[in-house]
């Protein structure tokens, strides 16, 4: 499991449901991330001409979760001629907070998706972090094109390792399973 330092008052904190005090890790973050998007997705209005989505399928026989994204983003070019590339949210009345501190600031949920997934990829592809060489992110690509209002779009396909946690209380919850160290 790759670890995660939350910030303070995050959305997200990458923690267990059976541990919420206990390790954060990267695996656990980014799949709240994308259940956090998919559940505003399914109850927030969706900002005019904006094509962005989500898509989350949960086989439980597999513990394997099938996740689809496209971000309308904006690209812009750095002094130095490098590429940068923001997402605004693009869902009316979000109440995503980064918090303060931690390994990353994202100043709304599209871009926290967005670089989550960027952010395991990175982490997926450095060989000693990834002992199984498991490839979970089969897609991670930013495209400069027009797009929902925007002039570029970020798209990813994860298949994502899932466990099914019993909750003390009763009940099911499903999080991210991690295979990264």
Request: charged content about 20%; glycine content about 12%.
């Given at each position: 499991m790759a670890t995660h330092t939350p910030g303070e008052g995050a959305s997200v904190s990458g923690a267990s449901y059976l541990n919420p005090s206990g390790e954060k890790s990267k695996e656990r973050y980014v799949w709240g991330i994308l259940a956090l998007l998919e559940s505003e997705e399914n109850s927030l209005a969706k900002v005019p001409e904006r094509t962005d989505k989500i898509t989350i399928s949960v086989d439980l026989s597999t513990r394997v979760a099938n996740i689809d994204l496209l971000l309308n983003v904006v690209a812009s070019s750095t002094a130095g001629g490098g590429v940068i590339f923001n997402a605004t949210h693009y869902l009316v009345g979000s109440m995503f907070t980064a918090g303060t501190g931690g390994n990353s600031n994202p100043g709304n949920l599209?871009?926290?998706?967005?670089?989550?997934?960027?952010?395991?990829?990175?982490?997926?592809?450095?060989?000693?972090?990834?002992?199984?060489?498991?490839?979970?992110?089969?897609?991670?690509?930013?495209?400069?094109?027009?797009?929902?209002?925007?002039?570029?779009?970020?798209?990813?396909?994860?298949?994502?390792?899932?466990?099914?946690?019993?909750?003390?209380?009763?009940?099911?919850?499903?999080?991210?399973?991690?295979?990264?160290?």
């Open positions: 599209a871009q926290a998706a967005m670089d989550a997934v960027v952010g395991l990829k990175m982490i997926e592809l450095t060989k000693n972090r990834n002992p199984e060489n498991k490839t979970v992110i089969t897609r991670c690509t930013h495209v400069v094109s027009e797009s929902g209002g925007t002039n570029a779009t970020f798209t990813a396909f994860l298949e994502f390792p899932v466990e099914v946690i019993t909750l003390p209380g009763g009940g099911n919850v499903v999080e991210g399973k991690g295979w990264l160290t």
